[in-house]
């Protein structure tokens, strides 16, 4: 299809040319920020991400990305050799740095640091971790609602890759992502090890079914924050929520679906395996949560 699109789409901002990055303790420019081919995050996919959202000046629910950084850092025996509040600071400085006051998006990433040779062992990374903060200029830029793609790729069980580590190493997730393209869909849906709805290779996701929202269990998807915010906002305002299993069935005659992320907060779903969600706009319910979401946020400032 022509009007493809992703659900990280952005405009375009000449200003992420010349941003500064944080690097290992250093802001330096866009084009002099570089690690080492022997990096472990280059070469395996060891490490660990997070991203977070500027409106107005306060990054949202930053204690809580950081929170989730450190416990997956700790669940991967990763040392980052910093405190939560050096790198809270090492935001604000990249902020300061880059002029951003509102629509901006950060890309905390920890790897295990340079290998002293090119082999899996982590014993092999022996200089410490490896550090980055991306910041850019970002304001969501979704033309239409997404379109979402049935694919035979997976969220697993714990003891392989837990899902819930917002881990570097994301094959799994891309692999699906390819096999939703080339159905002519913008990211795909992925089931659980049950065959269940789960969460997409890149956000969670929802339905509305007769004015109640459904999410999957959490068993196996990112313990996503945008998720939990939903769900509390659903529970604080008489929405009925329920964190369930439930089959395409109950899906592709959903009244509305959304996804949830730190970027884009709601997005709404228009189009499921060529099932068209409601009708195909976004819904009331999505459009509800979207302003209860966005009033939580301007509360915070």
Known sequence: ???????????????????????????????????????????????????????????????????????????????IGMTRDEMLQAIIDTQKANGMVTDAHARLMVT?????????????????????????????QIARPIRLATVPHIRGLPMTQDPKLNSHSKLNCILACIAAEKAGA??????????????????????????????STGDYCMNGITRQKVIDLCRENGIPVFERNYSLVDTYSACEAFLTGTFGAQTPVGEIDGRIIGDGRMGPVTERLRGLYKAMIDERR
């Open 1 to 79: 299809m022509t009007d493809h699109q992703t659900t990280h789409q952005a405009e375009e901002d000449a200003r992420n040319e010349s941003i500064s990055i944080w690097l290992n303790g250093n802001l330096v420019p866009k084009a002099q920020a570089m690690v080492s081919i022997y990096d472990s995050g280059f070469m395996l996919g060891d490490g660990v991400w997070e991203g977070l959202r500027l409106y107005d000046n306060r990054w949202a629910f930053v204690r809580e990305h950081l929170d989730r950084l450190f416990e997956a850092a700790k669940a991967i025996d990763l040392d």
């Open 112 to 140: 295990r640091g340079v290998k002293s040779r090119p082999f899996q062992h982590p014993s092999l990374s022996r200089q410490g971790p490896t550090v980055a903060i991306i910041m850019e200029h970002s304001k969501p």
């Open 186 to 215: 913008d990211e795909a849906l992925m089931l659980d090890v049950h065959g269940f709805v789960n969460t997409t290779n890149a956000c969670n996701f929802f339905i509305v079914r007769k004015g109640e929202v459904w999410t």
